[in-house]
């Protein structure tokens, strides 16, 4: 009889595999705490060990499939280009707020006052909307519109973060060491897709794969994003 655990591991591994999710970088840039999740070399760069990422990957997702049965959020955050559309849309698609670019400093540390911004943007958007703004001078409504456009760049993904997250997902922790920072202190959980120069030894939830290729970034994403909706299917 075929174990039917194994069985979806190994399907796991061929996708994640079919994506580019093994590759690594050079060992010169690979970052200490990685050595228990790597393979092995090729052409120079380090092969990643899908099977325990496939692991990993497993423990991320019990953990937002948790949280979407508790009907609780995840904020996604990426700032790289490669992941910045990938991560709008498919947190988009399960309502979940999230920062598709550069990071705005206290957004978890001093999420009261950042709340306080998001008001002031909707409030703003809601009179445009209803025409309320023509009871202002044209330079006045042009300096009104920047305002707005300001404020939308910065706040338009966490509009819907009503209250503080239950997780934070980032793909590469080291490029979002800020938000990594800010999620500790808060104790929130970083669920983190983290490549071969990433220090995952004080991650939560690390996902040792590929973290810069478009096709394994989707994939995780993916994996992380259809985890919530299993999560509130079950609710």
């Not at 992941?83 to 001093?110: C, E, Q």
């Amino acid at each position: 009889m075929v174990d039917e655990k194994n069985s979806k591991s190994n399907v796991k591994i061929d996708e994640m595999f079919k994506v580019g999710a093994h590759f690594g970088y050079p060992k010169s840039r690979r970052h200490a705490s990685v050595a228990p999740y790597i393979f092995g070399v090729k052409n120079k760069v380090e092969i990643i060990n899908l099977e325990k990422t496939a692991e990993l990957l497993e423990k991320a997702c019990e953990l937002v499939s948790s949280i979407a049965k508790e009907g609780k959020q995840i904020l996604f955050v990426s700032s790289k280009n490669e992941a910045k559309n990938i991560i709008n849309i498919s947190a988009s698609s399960i309502n979940m707020p999230n920062v598709a670019g550069r990071w705005i400093g206290g957004a978890l540390t001093n999420y009261p006052e950042i709340k306080k911004r998001i008001a002031k943007y909707e409030d703003l958007l809601s009179q445009k909307e209803k025409g309320e703004l023509s009871k202002y001078t044209k330079k006045e409504r042009l300096m009104i519109d920047r305002q707005i456009d300001k404020l939308e760049k910065m706040f338009a993904g966490i509009t819907s973060m009503k209250e503080m997250p239950k997780a934070v997902f980032v793909v590469d922790p080291k490029k979002e060491i800020i938000t990594v920072l800010e999620a500790q202190k808060m104790g929130i959980p970083v669920i983190a897709l983290a490549s071969s120069d990433c220090d995952v030894s004080e991650l939560d939830y690390p996902i040792v794969a590929n973290d810069s290729a478009v096709s394994s970034i989707a994939y995780f994403v993916g994996e992380i994003t259809n985890a919530y909706k299993s999560g509130k299917i079950a609710k």
